[in-house]
């Protein structure tokens, strides 16, 4: 499976950006996916995740009621819609995929066998 992320740039506090998470290769057996985030010197966190139906999604505390995670199975795309965004919200954005099968959503950077490249996402205040 091959991630190809898109959507990150520079953006003013309060401002909004779409991520995109485009999946080729291996596709049809279905994986959760996520969106992590890595700040400078600090570790890559979770951000939001959702499964394979899109019936479960999480979100950590900072981004829930700003952030959406939605995927589209047809397009084999997920997407990140951030909305209020804040300086603290900089950071290389990544998104990933569980194993072919894994269908259910994770929060753990472990359970995740496949990364895009990353995709920078700046916010000035």
């Known amino acids: 499976v091959q991630l190809q992320a898109s959507g990150g740039g520079l953006v003013q506090a309060g401002g909004s950006l779409r991520l995109s998470c485009a999946a080729s290769?291996?596709?049809?057996?279905?994986?959760?996916m996520g969106w992590f985030r890595q700040a400078p010197g600090k570790e890559r966190r979770i951000v939001a995740a959702i499964s394979w139906s899109g019936g479960s999604t999480y979100y950590v505390d900072s981004v829930k009621g700003r952030f959406t995670i939605s995927g589209d199975n047809a397009k084999n795309t997920v997407y990140l819609q951030m909305n209020s965004l804040k300086p603290e919200d900089t950071a290389l954005y990544y998104c990933a995929a569980r194993l072919p099968g894994r269908w259910s959503l994770s929060t753990e950077v472990s359970e995740y066998g496949y990364w895009g490249q990353g995709t920078q996402v700046t916010v000035s205040s």
């Open positions: 290769g291996r596709t049809a057996s279905g994986y959760g």
